[in-house]
């Protein structure tokens, strides 16, 4: 069945898409006001944009009058943030941050989230996330009702038991990470994997290619 997008509403177009790109990882932001007033909120629309220089790529948007929610708004004004990632430990509360609080409420204090300081931004880290980024405002986009925020990782924080400091080998399955999935309220968790070994072209010539 084809879609011709030019013919459909913005929550036409978004029923399809956010049903059909899953899993999607959340970015778990938290940031600070320009007035000093924490707030947190997940973002599905994010990921890993490269490593030279270590970027993330977060879509925000925005209220139906226009304007800047919260993290944006914090985003555009203080430059910074923080990228958390979001164990399965963590949902609920995760889910508790998606409230639709008026300006200037504070959902860190809300879901009762324990938080650290930063190193280098003045947004918290969530203490319990298994993974936090400090991340600085690098580029924006702003089209239509979306804000797309490209941010440079400036400092990764990972909890001890998940890393290997010397090979840098990351234990990806014991971050029990949840990623966002169809509809409103559905999630999916990180427990059923497949293994595929990438093919090099050198191998072509040696080995019978199935598909031949």
């Keep these: ?3 011709d997008f030019s013919t459909l509403t913005a929550a036409e177009r978004y029923k399809l898409m956010a049903s059909a790109i899953t ?3 959340i970015a778990w932001l938290t940031t600070v006001s320009a007035d ?3 707030n947190a909120a997940p973002y599905s629309f994010f990921n890993m944009m490269g490593s030279e220089p270590p970027l993330v790529a977060i879509g925000m ?6 304007t800047h929610k919260d993290s944006a708004r914090n985003v555009l004004d203080t430059r910074e943030f923080v990228v958390n990632l979001v164990g399965e430990h963590d949902a609920e509360a995760m889910n ?3 409230i639709d ?3 200037g409420f504070d959902e860190v204090d809300f879901a009762g989230l324990a938080v650290e300081p930063s190193l280098e931004v003045a947004a918290p880290r969530i203490s319990s996330a298994p ?6 405002l690098l580029d924006t986009f702003e089209k239509g009702s979306s804000t797309v925020v490209l941010g440079e990782v400036i ?3 990972i909890a001890d038991g998940l890393v290997d400091p010397q090979r840098l080998h990351v234990d990806t399955l014991a971050m029990n990470l949840v990623a966002r999935m169809h509809g409103a309220g559905w999630y999916t968790r990180s427990t059923d994997l497949l293994q595929l070994q990438r093919p090099t072209f050198a191998d072509l010539a040696t080995t019978e290619h199935p598909r031949r």
């Design 61 to 66: 948007m925005r209220r139906a009058d226009g």
């Design 101 to 103: 609080a008026p300006p």
């Design 96 to 98: 508790m941050t998606c």
């Design 36 to 38: 000093g007033v924490r």
């Design 23 to 25: 899993p999607r990882p």
């Design 131 to 136: 993974v936090s980024m400090e991340c600085r």
């Design 155 to 157: 400092q990764f924080h």
């Design 1 to 3: 069945m084809h879609f």
